[in-house]
């Protein structure tokens, strides 16, 4: 089985890592001083705990270096994601499947949905259809992604917690590709249950990337602080209230409540989110996949998003002035 994750920062990089560790033919596509430093070094990863593993990795920027694969693991940020459809070609054979393992709304959510909404494209996740047309949702395989990990230096990756990578068939089918993928994870020590209702856990998790993510780049307040503070509490709750009536009109189901969910991300105490980081470091941000496509999917169900609007807005505007949100 050939694995290739392209992609291979942070979330990408510790997988490859163990996968590589447990023996698994992988593979990465990377780029810049990181791919120079695996290839001349190998691929370090620093666990939760501390301990440190290196392994030689096979690491290209160019996929045609690589030839077809069985999975092809996507682990970039989504706005990046249409803009490679092309490049990504040499790696997809007439089996392959695309493991879609970005965060937010994904570009395949209608397909085998069922329903009067079967086959509707997001403008916001996959603008021009790109992926659509250039992978094809029926190679698609769902990911949820939990693990928190970081790039500390090139080559070099940091392990914050979590293991588990959800993995899901559009149509909720437990499929052999599925099962192949996750009993090749689960050999690696990552844990990768096939889910019925991956979009479920879909929608817990762009629940809080939804408004903590904004909120924070619009206050720079960490995790702990945006959760308690009783005025920005209440936007976020607002913002997630709207955005569970959106996923309960395409039938989701939530398995906690509101409440619950923003104290969990209380919990984590200290953060600073994803989009916090990229506007501090003049990356681009994941507005349009986090907040955008709700906002989106609002207007495919015909249902009012006024919070959502707002934020979005700010946000938006935020990250143009930065020069990180064009």
């Known amino acids: 089985m050939k694995i290739c994750i392209f992609g291979a920062g942070a979330i990408g990089g510790y997988m490859g890592v163990k996968l590589a560790e447990a023996g698994a033919d992988v593979s990465l596509v990377a780029r810049g001083p990181h791919l120079a430093a695996m290839q001349a070094n190998g691929l370090k990863l620093i666990e939760e705990g501390g301990a440190e593993t290196v392994v030689q990795v096979t690491a290209a920027e160019d996929p045609a270096a690589l030839g077809p694969q069985d999975y092809v693991i996507v682990t970039l940020k989504a706005h990046s994601v249409p803009g490679v459809v092309d490049r990504m070609q040499p790696l997809i054979g007439p089996e ?31 603008p021009g259809d790109r992926q659509w047309t250039g992978f094809g949702p029926d190679r698609v395989l769902g990911c949820v992604v939990y693990p928190a990990a970081e790039v500390i230096a090139p080559g070099v990756i940091k392990h914050i917690e979590g293991n588990r990578f959800s993995l899901g068939e559009p149509d909720g089918s437990k499929s052999e590709r599925a099962q192949r993928l996750s ?25 809080g990337n939804l408004s903590f993510n904004p909120i924070s780049a619009l206050t720079h307040a960490t995790l ?67 907040v955008g496509s709700v906002q989106e999917l609002g207007r495919v169900t015909g249902t009012p998003t006024p919070t959502i609007d707002t934020v979005l807005a700010l946000v938006q505007l935020r990250g143009r002035v930065a020069g990180c949100y064009s």
Request: hydrophobic share 40%.
């Open 96 to 126: 392959t499947t695309i493991v879609s393992g970005v965060n937010g709304v994904p570009w395949w959510y209608f397909h085998k949905i069922g329903g009067p909404l079967e086959g509707t494209r997001l403008e916001s996740v996959d």
């Open 183 to 207: 009993d090749a994870l689960g050999k690696a020590g990552l844990k990768a249950p096939v889910r019925p209702r991956l979009r479920d856990e879909i929608w817990v998790k762009l629940w």
């Open 224 to 290: 702990d602080v945006l959760c308690t503070d009783p005025g920005t509490r209440a936007v976020a709750r607002s913002m997630m209230l709207e955005a569970q009536e959106i996923a309960e009109k395409l039938g989701v189901k939530f398995p906690i409540d509101v409440d619950r969910r923003i104290d969990g991300g209380a919990a984590v105490g200290a953060h600073r989110t994803s989009m916090l980081q990229d506007l501090d470091m003049g990356r681009p941000m994941e507005i349009d996949a986090l």
